[in-house]
């Protein structure tokens, strides 16, 4: 009997030191927002039209089914990313449908992610869907050939992946949200990026005037420069066309000759 008291007290010991854990851990896997932060409520449809957000900056917007939106985000070295969109539709579809979320970086390559639900699907009597992924630690370097995350202008993109075509175009509403974990910064390793990955977003300028005539150099007006140099096949074909029609000449003055003797 007192064994069965001991075992329980110490059960019952146990129990209340893992009770408080739970809460934080709850907590923690749930990002908000930053305090203050404006809301947005515009997405892009590419990759040059991404809105910019930044991290714990809440994003609320509304769209169809089938549109592709696009956010960019800057991200530095030591930080963690995590991406959470929930998207809401009316009832009254007649399938289920998958939806995912895809993070590229600033070379427009597609980064992986270590947790999150990527592609759920959504049932046909479900009114919304929760999507996430959270990117791997940003590093200060890395070798050309690797894929990993360095420090630059990241792109979010959320778009149904398979759905019934029926679906097509129903209104849907969009909660976004990036968080970030880290101090941008903040590494051990020894090496840092020398630009950070940002694409060029102003790759030429458009002429609005045809440009004034550049002035012609003296050596550019020597009579002599247009010719070829004397090893040049050029000069070798002409010497060769002119030897054929002076033998030519000479050997139908010949013929002719021999025939009025």
Known sequence: MRTLIRSTAALAAVGLTLAPAAPSAASSAAPTPSPGAATVTKAGTSFLTATAIAAGQPVQVGGSTGDYLYWSFRAEAGQT?????????????TGKSTWGVDVFDGLRRRQACTAGAQTPTADASATSVTLGCTLRRVRPWAEPWSGDPLPGTYYVRLAVADLPEPDLGLPIDVDLLVSADGEGGTSGEDGKLEAPLVPNTRPGAVLTAEPAPEPVAEEELNLTGWLPEPGSRWVWTTAG??????????????????RRL
Do not use: N
Not at 81 to 93: L, M, N
Not at 241 to 258: D, E, K, Q, S
């Open 81 to 93: 990313h995590e991406i959470t969109a929930t998207v809401s539709f009316p009832k009254g579809r």
């Open 241 to 258: 066309g002119v030897l054929a029609a002076v033998a030519g000449v000479v050997g139908f003055a010949l013929t002719r000759r021999r």
